[in-house]
């Protein structure tokens, strides 16, 4: 019975997560989004993407209490709600990665290094519920580094110009954080779902884990932006000239170009502002800054949660969707530890490739080998089953 419902709650995790990157994507996409390019923040996604999943589990808890459950088991204890809290903090830093990401990468580039975690599960699970960690993995995490390597091997071996699988500064900066926060989550499902009160099931800590990243994201949209205007993010006094050059003068039309050099004078290898800029141009400024996102760390959280095209944010609802669905299978799942199962919710990283494929991309050979290795690699451990049967971890509340 433990593998039927294993099995069952993979394939459903599988097919969300594997969802949840697509559409992310999607509502990055001009292309599926009316045309016109995408103004709306990783932020304000994140925002919507929560009111999603909020009001999905709100939807799921209803049913429940409807059904006879009892309100108390809606609470998980002090204990529990702890680990939710650092959790919604986390959820809430790797949702705005998932949502700068695919701004500019295809999700078959960048997928399979947000998981590179997974490899270190093992030694947590030793740690925290002395789990054993078996010479198998040891195997997953060869395939792992090997299948990563893949889609460099023609830049590599010199059979290919230019490296058309590169991520940039920022993107590995962000899969650094993901991997971070991915991993974090995953050891504290275990101690939420461990320390929980008795009778509390996955949707009310799914309802408290989203009600909580709302708090935090609804806070960084409305303090964050005042502080970047305070620091004045989007008017520097003095910037290096291969910055301002590539990211705003290079990317506006020559209006806005001229405009700017009346206000920024190049002195050697740096833009100074001029003193004495009216109030008005001061605003003017800071538009043309801020729409070309100048300051990369502060952009994350611009715009109204109101945005001018509704396409987008139909995307993220249906993201949020997903993303309820497969969070309340981890939490069904997180009464095992997490190594022996969290590995096989990331098969859908070997069909990635073929289902951009399908959206026109230009996936290559190398690619489409690369997540199957890694894939594999990802799953290799949990592999001896005859020997080490998964077992709920104990109950501490």
């Known amino acids: 019975m433990e593998w039927i419902l294993l099995v069952m709650w993979l394939s459903i995790i599988n097919g969300g997560l594997g969802g949840?990157?697509?559409?992310?994507?999607?509502?990055?996409?001009?292309?599926?989004?009316?045309?016109?390019?995408?103004?709306?923040?990783?932020?304000?996604?994140?925002?919507w993407r929560e009111l999603s999943k909020l009001l999905w589990a709100v939807i799921a808890v209803i049913v429940e209490l409807v059904r006879g459950k009892q309100a108390k088991y809606l609470w998980p204890g002090f204990l529990s709600l702890?680990?939710?809290?650092?959790?919604?903090f986390t959820g809430v830093i790797e949702n705005i990665g998932f949502f700068y990401l695919?701004?500019?990468?295809?999700?078959?580039?960048?997928?399979?290094?947000?998981?590179?975690?997974?490899?270190?599960?093992?030694?947590?699970?030793?740690f925290l519920f002395n789990a054993p960690i078996r010479k198998e993995h040891w195997i997953g995490i060869t395939l792992v580094i090997i299948g990563l390597a893949m889609p460099h091997l023609p830049t590599l071996l010199g059979l290919a110009g230019e490296n058309h699988n590169a991520l940039d500064f920022n993107a590995i900066i962000w899969i650094l954080i993901i991997n971070g926060c991915l991993?974090?989550?995953?050891?504290?499902?275990?101690?939420?779902?461990?320390?929980?009160?008795?009778?509390?099931?996955?949707?009310?800590?799914?309802?408290?884990?989203?009600?909580?990243?709302?708090?935090?994201?609804?806070?960084?949209?409305?303090?964050?932006?005042?502080?970047?205007?305070?620091?004045?993010?989007?008017m520097p006094a003095?910037?290096?000239?291969?910055?301002?050059?590539?990211?705003?003068?290079?990317?506006?039309?020559?209006?806005?170009?001229?405009?700017?050099?009346?206000?920024?004078?190049?002195?050697d290898n740096n833009y100074v502002l001029k003193s004495g800029v009216t109030e008005n141009d001061e605003v003017k400024i800071k538009e043309i800054l801020k729409a070309k996102e100048y300051h990369q760390f502060f952009s994350l959280f611009d715009g109204s949660i109101i945005p001018n095209n509704w396409l987008p944010i139909l995307f993220v609802i249906a993201a949020g969707l997903t993303g309820y669905i497969y969070s309340f299978g981890f939490f069904k799942l997180s009464k095992f530890a997490a190594h022996?199962?969290?590995?096989?919710?990331?098969?859908?990283?070997?069909?990635?490739?073929?289902?951009?494929?399908?959206?026109?991309?230009?996936?290559?050979?190398y690619q489409i080998i690369g997540a199957v290795v890694v894939t594999v690699g990802l799953m290799i451990g949990v592999m001896d089953h005859r020997k080490n049967k998964v077992v709920e971890i104990e109950k501490k509340n």
């Not at 702890?82 to 919604?88: M, N, R």
């Not at 290079?250 to 004078?265: A, S, V």
């Not at 490739?353 to 050979?365: A, N, R, S, Y």
């Open 20 to 47: 949840q990157y697509v559409l992310n994507w999607m509502a990055n996409q001009p292309k599926y989004t009316g045309g016109s390019k995408v103004d709306i923040s990783a932020g304000v996604m994140t925002w």
């Open 82 to 88: 702890s680990t939710i809290i650092v959790c919604a």
């Open 102 to 126: 695919p701004k500019n990468y295809s999700p078959h580039l960048y997928a399979p290094y947000v998981n590179v975690y997974l490899a270190f599960l093992p030694f947590f699970g030793k």
């Open 183 to 234: 991993l974090s989550q995953q050891v504290l499902n275990n101690k939420t779902v461990q320390t929980a009160l008795t009778g509390v099931g996955p949707n009310a800590l799914v309802l408290w884990r989203e009600i909580w990243k709302m708090i935090f994201i609804t806070s960084a949209i409305l303090i964050i932006p005042i502080i970047g205007n305070m620091m004045n993010a989007n």
């Open 238 to 267: 003095n910037v290096k000239a291969e910055k301002f050059e590539t990211r705003v003068l290079n990317k506006i039309d020559e209006n806005k170009k001229e405009y700017l050099l009346t206000f920024y004078q190049k002195s």
């Open 340 to 365: 022996f199962w969290v590995p096989y919710t990331n098969v859908w990283l070997a069909l990635l490739p073929f289902i951009m494929l399908l959206f026109g991309k230009d996936v290559t050979f």
